[in-house]
């Protein structure tokens, strides 16, 4: 099983970007959702997730204000919104989906289904 990511690119700081994370149907209707990333040299880290009925959201504390998750059900589709983007942002981003149902967990080894990654690089 494969997640789909796209809508990474190169930006300037302070742009936007959004990331799409598309789903099969019978993964999308029953797990948590997360975005994680990874920059050079750095150990994966959690980004954002978004549970079934996006009744839970949340973030890590150096993209609060700046990213929000959300969830298209009819499309199968996970977006994270990246605004005022910053050269630390710079990183390959992951979307993930738990391997239990409606697990909501930070921890990636909680994390079964994951994308290939895209690429977001932010200039100074």
């Known amino acids: 099983v494969q997640l789909v990511e796209s809508g990474g690119g190169l930006v300037q700081a302070g742009g936007s970007l959004r990331l799409s994370c598309a789903a099969p149907?019978?993964?999308?209707?029953?797990?948590?959702v997360a975005w994680f990333r990874q920059a050079p040299g750095k150990e994966r880290e959690f980004v954002s997730l978004?549970?079934?009925?996006?009744?839970?959201?949340d973030y890590t504390d150096a993209v609060k204000g700046r990213f929000t998750i959300s969830r298209d059900n009819a499309r199968n589709t996970v977006y994270l919104q990246m605004n005022n983007l910053e050269p630390e942002d710079t990183a390959v981003y992951y979307c993930?989906?738990?391997?239990?149902?409606?697990?909501?967990?930070?921890?990636?080894?909680?994390?079964?289904?994951w994308g290939q990654g895209t690429q977001v690089t932010v200039s100074s």
């Open positions: 978004i549970s079934l009925a996006s009744h839970n959201r």
């Open positions: 993930a989906a738990t391997q239990l149902e409606n697990r909501v967990t930070r921890d990636p080894g909680m994390y079964a289904y």
């Open positions: 149907e019978y993964i999308f209707i029953t797990r948590v």
